[in-house]
């Protein structure tokens, strides 16, 4: 599976039409998150460029990327809040984070099951969850210029199924990125058109998925094997009675 670097998502996002992108779907998170005040958020993947409306209100502010992805210092103009980690192991406490934005990662993880037990337990028992991940219906999954293109592109209800099995519920999803992805930046400036249409002639066809979940406090994943009974318990009795004086 191809992997995209952090360098050339950094070059997408600086370009013309990683601007253009980066706005639409930075405003669909907005909708659903419009302001984190005093509490800690994580970006997982590469979600910086979606990040930085948040960067005054949050109490603290990361992004953790996977190896794989590799790394560059974010935001350029202050102290670097962006570190490497391992799928299976975040160094951080548990019960520790408010809020987790997930870009360009699901499609990415190579143990998308180990990754999210890490974030599960990272966040709060009131902690939220948004992934962003290519649309398999979308014409942006077949776009392999951009990074939407490259990875495994998901349904929303493989997504669901995948938050159910893995202890998080399922609250709300819109779509983004309505617009083919063209590579003309003239014919690219007509995407707040597709956006506004887009939801109500092709509601399915939508780029990306953002889809907002929550954790779930108590597993549900197997009713349990039945235990049988081997033997029964026997009434606990003293081995010796000491005998007492008569009066």
């Given at each position: 599976m ?28 907005q909708?659903?998150?419009p ?39 974010w ?8 570190c ?5 192991a ?59 293109g ?8 493989q ?29 690219l400036r ?17 780029g ?40």
């Amino acid at each position: 599976m191809q992997t995209l670097s952090a360098y050339s998502l950094k070059s997408f996002y600086n370009s013309f039409k990683g601007r253009i992108v980066r706005r639409i779907i930075r405003q669909k998170i907005q909708r659903l998150w419009p302001e984190i005040k005093s509490q800690r958020l994580m970006g997982y993947g590469y979600a910086m460029p979606y990040m930085a409306p948040y960067l005054e209100g949050a109490s603290r502010i990361f992004n953790m990327m996977p190896a794989q992805l590799g790394v560059h210092n974010w935001p350029p103009e202050s102290d670097n809040r962006v570190c490497l980690h391992e799928e299976n192991a975040l160094p951080l406490e548990t019960n520790s984070v408010d809020f987790v934005l997930m870009v360009h990662a699901l499609e990415f993880l190579d143990d998308p099951e180990d990754s999210f037990a890490e974030i599960w337990r990272v966040m709060k028992s009131t902690g939220r969850l948004i992934i962003v991940v290519p649309n398999r219906m979308g014409l942006w999954a077949r776009a392999d210029w951009s990074p939407f293109g490259q990875g495994r592109p998901y349904s929303v209800s493989q997504v669901e199924n995948f938050l159910s099995e893995n202890l998080f519920v399922h609250e709300r999803t819109s779509h983004a990125l309505f617009s083919p992805p063209f590579k003309s930046e003239m014919l690219l400036r007509s995407a707040d058109f597709f956006e506004t249409i887009g939801p109500y002639l092709f509601p399915a066809l939508g780029g990306v998925h953002v889809i907002e979940a929550t954790k779930q406090l108590y597993a549900t994943k197997n009713k349990g094997a039945r235990v049988g009974v081997t033997s029964r318990l026997k009434a606990s009795a003293p081995n010796k009675v000491v005998p007492t004086n008569r009066v």
